[in-house]
């Protein structure tokens, strides 16, 4: 005979779980109501970094569904626009590394130099090229040591398609954009009654249905964080959303883009407590919370630990598995470098390249304690939107 307690115990989550439906979006692809694994928030979040681009070109759609299957909490992308406004999923304000516009005679004459974060570059840049030509181009593998079979498969994504990506899978997955370059966005596209990118890219998230502060009900139905090296425009698109963001910062020798501040004043706990008013975290190259010398690592810095004192998730980047990215002390062994710094570090999120082993290694280290602690939470996560 059944146990009453386990009898009822199971007839409330089918409850709960039955409760839990798809909301409509307004999305060009079908919709449907489905039950939604909710996000985890137990254990460090797997940020897929431009997909799983260790296996499939970034940025891409593939990249994308891969990242999901293999475990992401997030998809990560960034975010520039095309010449005529259109928001797309693309890293470099060039075409020449990762595209395939070398092959198109007719776009030969579009070549230009532009100063970029106050260097002159010269290429193919995105700016000079409307949707329609940008979505002819097929995206190439960025490494030359990684699998090539996929060069010239598929496209460049709009912001758009992208979010339609996560708000269709099969579980909650959040979406982690980057407001990328904004300076020279902003300086060479043009939108009407005096737009600006930042204020497209928070229309456009708008318009999906992202909104709430960090680990709030409507935040968890659809989690974003929005990230971005220019501290001002994180400042700036304060005033329009409440959506959590996170201040990523680059090596030591390299200033913000915008304010031309150094490393060392953007670390330092006077800018710590300021930023706080306007980011939930810090994104930091992972070679400057431990410094690096003769590819051994050296003492970790006290970054991490003055974040979280300031009440700031940090967020570093990025963990690939490849030799070459790997310090001597991991023994070229990923898991080796995910433990630590998970569990030596204290990170709260990783940007990592290979999201398939990431999560492997955070599903085979969970305890059974972990496990029976990760049911209640997703117990909670499911009946929080009927709580008042």
């Known amino acids: 005979m059944a146990n009453p307690t386990s009898f009822s115990l199971a007839v409330f989550l089918l409850f709960v779980i039955g409760c839990t439906a798809r909301p409509i979006y307004p999305l060009p692809s079908q919709d449907d109501y489905r039950i939604r694994q909710p996000l985890q928030t137990f254990r460090p979040y797997n940020i897929a970094h431009r997909g799983a681009n260790g296996v499939i070109p970034e940025e891409t759609r593939p990249a994308y569904l891969k990242a999901i299957e293999d475990g992401a909490d997030f998809i990560e992308t960034d975010i520039l626009s095309s010449k005529d406004g259109v928001l797309i999923c693309f890293h470099d304000v060039t075409l020449d590394n990762t595209t395939d516009i070398a092959k ?226 991991f023994s070229q062994d990923p898991y080796k470098e995910y433990d630590y710094w998970i569990n030596k570090i204290g990170v709260d999120g990783l940007f990592t390249d290979f999201t398939g082993s990431l999560h492997n290694f955070q599903e085979w280290t969970s305890s059974d304690t972990k496990t029976e602690s990760n049911i209640l939470h997703k117990i909670a996560l499911l009946v929080s939107p009927y709580n008042n």
């Open 104 to 329: 198109y005679k007719k776009f030969e004459n579009r070549k230009r130099t532009y100063e970029v974060e106050g260097v002159n570059r010269t290429g193919f840049f995105t700016v000079d090229f409307t949707i329609e030509e940008l979505k002819l181009l097929r995206v190439n593998q960025r490494y030359s040591f990684r699998d090539k079979q996929y060069n010239g498969k598929f496209g460049i994504i709009t912001f758009e398609e992208f979010i339609s990506i996560a708000l269709d899978a099969d579980r909650v997955v959040g979406i982690y954009p980057e407001i990328k370059n904004p300076v020279f966005i902003n300086q060479h596209v043009k939108w009407p009654n005096g737009k600006r990118f930042e204020d497209i890219f928070v229309k456009t998230l708008q318009k999906y249905g992202y909104k709430g502060s960090y680990l709030s009900k409507d935040w968890l139905k659809q989690p974003v964080f929005i990230q971005s090296f220019a501290p001002t425009s994180l400042v700036y698109i304060s005033n329009q959303t409440d959506l959590p963001k996170v201040f990523l910062i680059d090596d030591v020798t390299v200033s913000t883009q915008d304010t031309n501040q150094s490393y060392w004043e953007i670390t330092s706990d006077k800018y710590l407590n300021y930023i706080k008013n306007y980011v939930v975290g810090i994104g930091p190259w992972k070679d400057t919370i431990v410094p690096v010398a003769k590819n051994y690592l050296e003492e970790p810095s006290d970054l991490v630990a003055r974040a979280h004192a300031h009440n700031l998730q940090v967020h570093p980047y990025t963990y690939r598995n490849e030799n070459q990215f790997l310090h001597f002390n």
